[in-house]
């Protein structure tokens, strides 16, 4: 999923979610992925910032109030 | 060691995250547990700078403590989102293998500008939820960021440590 969004300096950026399945990702997986999305966006001229958040199926079926 | 070890402060983010007996842990402790993922890289690479610059034995100096504080998260943010671009800055080119940078060093850049974001939004955004995968995935960023830089070739290690304390001119 993807939307638009704003980083920390109020630039427009990408909220990108990323919806893992059961089986844990390690952060060597999680990193390529990452490099590979930033890079992907600079070399078309994007400049927007993927910021990535990550979710399961679990976590979507269950969404609830958070936690105050 | 340092009186301050950077993995310390990912192992305090495992402990945040996990669940208690009832309910998923309250979001206050995912948001502390992302912050400490982005301040174990910071802390990390603020001691990689120092150890090169003043020495690791030297930790306890004065002048290792000036150095170790010098870096700010706008210069790091500034040369990882340099060095991952396809074509780097011109200014840059002159300090660049021309086989351009291997790919544990743009790991580390793509993995800490990710960081540095989600650690903004978990201190300072109250909006979102965060949910404990997405704190379980910037714990492994937070790993693999020190990971891809001790990962690295010495050369590129000091290379990135040189610009971001000096950074080169316009």
Redesign the interface.
Known sequence: MVEPGF??EGDD?FDVTIV?DDA?????E???I??AV??AL??EGDKR?P??????ED?LAL?VE??? | MSSLNPEHLIEQAERLIVAPPHGPPRQVDLRRAISSAYYGVFHFINAAVANELVGAIHQQSGRYQLVYRSVDHSALALVCGDLIKPSPPQRYLDCLPTSGLGADIRTFSATTRELQQKRHQADYDPKPRIRTADARGAIELGYEAMTSFQRASEAERKLFLTLLVCPPRA
Do not use: W, Y
């Open positions: 980083d920390s950026a893992l844990r990702l390690g952060g060597a999680l990193g390529r990452l490099l930033q890079t600079l070399r910032f910021i990535v958040t990550f979710t399961t976590e969404d958070p936690e105050p």
